[in-house]
């Protein structure tokens, strides 16, 4: 797949892939509504773990075709909003709190940070959107904090997201015999996508509007 060099890339390529799994999505809820109920039982179980793994593999394809899309335009850490500032040293932080760092060491980072503004983003940081196959929504909140959106966006879907999808995901992917009522399809469904649209149409509205510039 091509770069996103530009905002009509960007939000084609997000497009796409998120397009791609609403279709997966709808084609399992039909078989689900035409199948016996021997098969929707095991259909609908299927429906959980195809739902929570979309919505995490599509979070973290957006976060990183967005945060890709700035680094392509390579301005200076002072054109950009702060976070991306923050977001640079943060993978340098997180290793000098596990290791048995010096004085000196640590010194020499608070001189970077000083002295590093005139830097230009130009490279992602692949760690820095670590969905941690565990995509809950402290998980979530951090990957928004890192790209600059607001994560009590979606905190009304923090149960939708933490106990219907990630609970439920990791007891079928741990082999116990957990059922999904046939009541519950629309609201797997329709969730799982409507999570999808709004993050995607976040990370969308901050390339349209060049919010990831400084103010």
């Given at each position: 797949?091509t770069?996103?060099?530009s905002?009509?890339?960007?939000?084609?390529?997000?497009?796409?892939?998120?397009?791609?799994?609403?279709?997966?999505?709808s084609d399992?809820?039909?078989?689900?509504?035409t199948?016996?109920e021997?098969?929707?039982?095991v259909?609908l179980?299927?429906?959980?773990?195809?739902?929570y793994?979309?919505?995490?593999?599509y979070?973290?394809f957006?976060a990183r075709k967005?945060?890709e899309?700035?680094?392509l335009?390579k301005?200076?850490y002072?054109?950009?909003d702060?976070?991306?500032?923050?977001n640079?040293f943060?993978?340098?932080l997180?290793?000098?709190?596990?290791?048995?760092?010096?004085?000196a060491?640590r010194?020499?980072?608070v001189d970077?940070?000083?002295?590093s503004?005139?830097?230009?983003?130009?490279r992602?940081?692949e760690?820095l959107v670590?969905t941690?196959?565990?995509?809950?929504?402290e998980?979530l909140?951090?990957i928004?904090?890192?790209?600059?959106i607001?994560?009590?966006?979606?905190?009304d879907?923090?149960?939708?997201?933490?106990?219907?999808?990630?609970?439920r995901?990791n007891?079928?992917?741990?082999?116990?015999d957990?059922?999904?009522d046939?009541?519950e399809?629309?609201?797997?469904?329709?969730?799982?996508?409507?999570l999808?649209r709004?993050?995607g149409?976040?990370l969308e509205?901050?390339?349209v509007?060049k919010?990831y510039k400084?103010a």
């Amino acid at each position: 797949m091509t770069k996103p060099y530009s905002e009509t890339d960007f939000s084609t390529q997000i497009t796409e892939d998120r397009n791609w799994r609403i279709k997966e999505i709808s084609d399992l809820k039909s078989a689900i509504k035409t199948g016996d109920e021997a098969l929707r039982r095991v259909l609908l179980r299927a429906l959980v773990a195809i739902c929570y793994a979309h919505w995490e593999g599509y979070v973290r394809f957006t976060a990183r075709k967005y945060l890709e899309h700035v680094a392509l335009r390579k301005y200076q850490y002072a054109e950009l909003d702060a976070q991306f500032f923050r977001n640079y040293f943060l993978p340098r932080l997180a290793a000098l709190s596990s290791s048995r760092s010096s004085i000196a060491e640590r010194c020499a980072l608070v001189d970077e940070i000083l002295n590093s503004s005139d830097r230009r983003f130009s490279r992602v940081n692949e760690d820095l959107v670590n969905t941690k196959a565990n995509l809950n929504s402290e998980v979530l909140a951090d990957i928004c904090l890192v790209c600059g959106i607001q994560a009590e966006e979606f905190s009304d879907r923090s149960t939708f997201v933490d106990v219907i999808l990630l609970k439920r995901r990791n007891s079928i992917a741990h082999g116990e015999d957990t059922l999904i009522d046939m009541s519950e399809l629309e609201e797997i469904t329709t969730g799982t996508i409507a999570l999808m649209r709004g993050f995607g149409d976040a990370l969308e509205n901050r390339v349209v509007l060049k919010g990831y510039k400084a103010a």
